[in-house]
Nanobody, 124 residues
Framework: QVQLVETGGGLVQAGGSLRLSCAASGRTGSNNVMGWFRQAPGKEREFVAAINWSASILYYADSVKGRFTISRDNAKNTVYLQMNSLKPDDTAVYYC?????????????????WGQGTQVTVSS
């Protein structure tokens, strides 16, 4: 079992920045992928970004490329999402996902564990 706890959400004006953190605990291992997804009201959960264990492979959704940066600190079992130039369309609950292995997937079904989510609200 792996437990994930997201922090760092909040209310920010358009153009502002936030940094999300996701701390993993339990049977994390050294071969895993951690990703960020988001779900706006009335919409399906969608892929935002993901990173492999060595941080040699990073994927981003087109909608956040150039604005968001994913990173990780394996000593702390934590993955981060730096979000800059935020837009109202970025408003959603942001979830951290975890899967064993080295392959990165966009689909939520490929991630085994999930955090409880953290709300990000961007006002115009």
């Amino acid at each position: 079992q792996v437990q994930l706890v997201e922090t760092g959400g909040g209310l920010v004006q358009a153009g502002g920045s936030l940094r999300l953190s996701c701390a993993a605990s339990g049977r994390t291992g050294s071969n895993n992928v951690m990703g960020w997804f988001r779900q706006a009201p009335g919409k399906e959960r969608e892929f935002v970004a993901a990173i492999n264990w060595s941080a040699s492979i990073l994927y981003y959704a087109d909608s956040v490329k150039g604005r968001f940066t994913i990173s990780r600190d394996n000593a702390k079992n934590t993955v981060y999402l730096q979000m800059n130039s935020l837009k109202p369309d970025d408003t959603a609950v942001y979830y951290c996902g975890y899967r064993y292995g080295s392959s990165i997937y966009y689909s939520t079904s490929m991630y085994t564990y999930w955090g409880q989510g953290t709300q990000v609200t961007v006002s115009s």
